[in-house]
């Protein structure tokens, strides 16, 4: 299967700067990657998400990017706060009806 | 409207025993999964439907058992249950791209 390498796994930023989430994957087919966030103890929801026509996205103080050649894409929230504190997941989409690829996770921590 | 509900939203239960999680979705989509997250967060997808056709079944024992009466429905049936099986179980259902997740079931096997 699809193998979706997600970096950093841990990450803490003061509140007001930025934070960076990258995934690199392998199966060139892929053509749609989502972003899931997860708050604790609740389910993982689609927050943005962006096609393989598109290298850039941006909604509000998120935004995300994506680079075929290299078969990475990556997570930027700006400015954060601390309601932005969760796990957040990238995926990609695989040649199975729907099957979404995950990666293992990131646990963003922002502090006062 | 709920659009993917889970009962029950937590299980407590003894190691052996045979436990049953259910998943409702009024979203109107073909295909339903279900996911097991385990205490590192990782979400390992395990079983996928598109009306009412299994389409994955991932390398998962075959104490667990899904049954999807109709495609609003995805249960997901546990024999034997064993220590490792504590999780939390979501269900999900997409139709062309987003995946829209249920709440979750935590299951403790004590």
């Known amino acids: 299967g699809e193998n979706v390498e997600q970096h950093p796994s841990t990450l803490s930023v003061q509140e007001g700067d930025s934070a960076v989430i990258k995934c690199t994957y392998s199966?060139?087919?892929?053509?749609?990657f989502p972003w899931y966030k997860q708050e604790l103890g609740k389910r993982p929801q689609l927050i943005i998400d962006?096609?393989?026509?598109?290298g850039e996205k941006k909604d509000q103080r998120i935004a995300v990017t994506l680079n075929m050649t290299s078969k990475h894409f990556s997570l930027h929230i700006s400015e954060t706060h601390r309601e932005v504190s969760a796990v957040y997941f990238c995926?990609?989409?695989?040649?199975?009806?729907?099957?979404?690829?995950f990666g293992r996770g990131t646990q963003l921590t922002v502090w006062p | 409207d709920t659009a993917v509900s889970q009962t029950p939203k937590y299980l407590v239960t003894q190691m052996g025993n045979d436990k049953s999680i259910k998943c409702e979705q009024n979203?109107?989509?073909?295909?339903m999964y279900w996911y097991k997250q385990d205490s590192k967060k990782f979400l390992k997808i395990m079983f996928s439907?598109?009306?009412?056709?299994?389409?994955i079944n991932e390398t998962v024992p075959n104490r667990f058992s899904p049954k999807s009466p109709d495609k609003a429905h995805l249960n997901l049936h546990i024999n034997s249950l064993e220590l490792g099986d504590s999780a939390v179980y979501f269900c999900a259902s997409s139709q062309t791209h987003e995946q829209f997740f249920g709440p979750g079931t935590r299951l403790t096997v004590l």
């Open positions: 199966d060139s087919a892929s053509n749609y």
């Open positions: 979203l109107g989509h073909d295909t």
């Open positions: 962006i096609r393989s026509n598109v």
């Open positions: 995926a990609l989409r695989g040649s199975t009806l729907g099957r979404l690829y």
């Open positions: 439907y598109n009306n009412k056709e299994l389409i």
